[in-house]
T-cell receptor, first 116, second 114 residues
Framework: DAKTTQPNSMESNEEEPVHLPCNHS???????IHWYRQLPSQGPEYVIH???SNVNNRMASLAIAEDRKSSTLILHRATLRDAAVYYC?????????????????FGQGTILTVHP | DSGVTQTPKHLITATGQRVTLRCSPR?????VYWYQQSLDQGLQFLIQ???????AKGNILERFSAQQFPDLHSELNLSSLELGDSALYFC?????????????FGPGTRLTVL
């Protein structure tokens, strides 16, 4: 499986933008890039995903490098509620008997601390 | 609230025992994924079911098994429990069977093996 590399931790101040980097130099052409986050004592929560183009949603933006070997999750204005572990994941689409399925392989993620 | 429910929330048992964890997916979702999260291993994919059939297998031990029932709820059975099986177990559900779908995670079951 293609792997991702993220910094162990990052810090930000409230109301400031946060850029969370992810390297995935062995990404294949069919891998989607997903971001999930896990707040303390909760299950992971979907943030955003993309394939080649930059993506925006109400939670965040995803900037994908032209060669797709890296991506950046952007939180435009961090709040205290954004303190979590952020996971950058490549979804691997595999075929079995002609039916495609996929799995997510979580890494260690980036612990984001947001200071008031 | 993701719409995925898991029971029980906490489970304490002894080594050698067997337990069953239950997951109800979001209404309309056909696919269920099981994950194990321990302190040293992080979040590990165990197994996926789609509409009652096993679709993908990850690092699931032979002592563990799962199934998805006609009403689409799923159960994860853990047997001959060892201390190292203590972990958080999450299930997630998606509408379809591919990982490009958003996975909605439940609140997890915390298993403690003494």
């Amino acid at each position: 499986d293609a792997k991702t590399t993220q910094p162990n931790s990052m810090e930000s101040n409230e109301e400031e933008p946060v850029h969370l980097p992810c390297n995935h130099s062995t990404i294949s052409g069919t891998d989607y890039i997903h971001w999930y986050r896990q707040l303390p004592s909760q299950g992971p929560e979907y943030v955003i995903h993309g394939l080649t183009s930059n993506v925006n949603n109400r939670m965040a933006s995803l900037a994908i490098a032209e060669d797709r070997k890296s991506s950046t999750l952007i939180l435009h204005r961090a709040t205290l509620r954004d303190a979590a572990v952020y996971y950058c994941i490549l979804s691997l689409i595999q075929s079995a008997g002609g039916t495609s399925y996929g799995k997510l392989t979580f890494g260690q993620g980036t612990i984001l601390t947001v200071h008031p | 609230d993701s719409g995925v429910t898991q029971t029980p929330k906490h489970l304490i048992t002894a080594t050698g025992q067997r337990v069953t964890l239950r997951c109800s997916p979001r209404s309309g979702d056909l696919s269920v994924y099981w994950y194990q999260q321990s302190l040293d291993q992080g979040l590990q994919f165990l197994i996926q079911y789609y509409n009652g059939e096993e679709r993908a297998k990850g690092n699931i031990l032979e002592r563990f098994s799962a199934q998805q029932f006609p009403d689409l709820h799923s159960e994860l059975n853990l047997s001959s429990l060892e201390l190292g099986d203590s972990a958080l177990y999450f299930c997630a559900s998606t509408r379809d069977k591919t990982a490009t779908d958003t996975q909605y995670f439940g609140p997890g079951t915390r298993l403690t093996v003494l």
